[in-house]
């Protein structure tokens, strides 16, 4: 008869916190894909934004439209240095969450193995107990007809 694994709780615990983590790191991973796009939208619109300023100037601008255009793009570059930052802080979380992710793959692991270890032992027992029934069956029969 095998024996259950001793550990299985804290194995199904360790498969529980490394699905945790691998659902926590695709949430990260789309958070800095998703900052890293509206980066880039603000900087494409920043360009687009200074393209028409510089064909407007060349065109003739009063002094209020010229200011306008300076501080619209004052606030844009503003914005491009906020969600910089904020791209760098999504970048270190998803790198943290990386880590833990991995951290929680080398614990299951490692719970894993002892789990294959304990049920490879449990077999190898049981194979034993089946040969040596099997052996002493042989004998037995061995012994009936000799005697027999």
Sequence with gaps: MTKPFSLQTVLE???MRADDATQLLARLVAN????KNKLEMLQQYRGEYATRFQAAAQN??????????????????EAIDAQGL???????RTASGQTHWQQQRTKLKAFDTLSE????????QELKREQKTQ???????????TAG
């Design 117 to 124: 270890r304990h049920y490879a032992s449990e077999n190898a």
């Design 60 to 77: 003739g601008l009063a002094q209020r439209e010229f200011r306008n255009y300076q501080e619209f793009l004052t606030r844009l570059d």
């Design 86 to 92: 904020a791209v760098a802080q999504q970048v270190q």
């Design 32 to 35: 800095e894909r998703n900052a």
């Design 135 to 145: 052996d002493e069956f042989a004998a037995r029969m061995k012994d009936d007809k």
């Design 13 to 15: 615990l360790m498969q």
